[in-house]
């Protein structure tokens, strides 16, 4: 698949790590390192602006590896871009930490995953078909 991309920011375009990704990474693109300080959030610019065909997404989450060894995670995670925003792609990050961070020009903060989605049409009716689980939610089958 082909995206029309715009970089503006001073980094390589976002790329697939392994053969086999499913996320790319995409970068801080930051005049000066920010300062995260335990709990607190900062929307993080990327430079980049990207042109989805209608019918897709692009999805953005945490990088397992800053979650586990830094405590740093997305505030709306996984974040859509949708088909018909022209924006720069933003990443609100957060550190859940008890430590400050600094995030620096050029670090891969986030991943990217182009998705294929559809559009639900709403069909109203007044009671909906009967299943063996029912409203059974929130750990109704217990944890072992």
């Known amino acids: 698949m082909k995206i029309r991309i715009v970089n503006k920011s001073k980094h390589q375009l976002p790329t697939y790590e392994t053969e086999a990704s499913a996320g790319m990474d ?17 929307l993080i610019p990327t430079g980049l602006f990207i042109e989805l065909p209608v019918g897709y997404e692009a999805q953005i989450r945490p990088r ?15 974040g859509t871009i949708d088909a018909d925003y022209r924006g720069e792609i933003m990443v609100i990050l957060i550190n859940l930490s008890s430590e400050d961070f600094l995030v620096n ?14 559009q639900a ?10 299943t063996e689980r029912g409203a059974g939610g929130f750990g109704h089958t217990g944890t072992k």
């Open 26 to 42: 995409i970068r801080a693109n930051l005049d000066t390192p920010v300062l995260l300080k335990p709990l607190q959030r900062h």
């Open 64 to 78: 397992s590896g800053l979650a586990i060894k830094k405590g740093i995670s997305l505030v709306n995670t996984p």
């Open 105 to 118: 020009n050029g670090e891969r903060i986030a991943q990217m995953i182009i998705s294929m989605v559809e």
């Open 121 to 130: 049409n709403w069909i109203e009716v007044d009671e909906l078909k009967k």
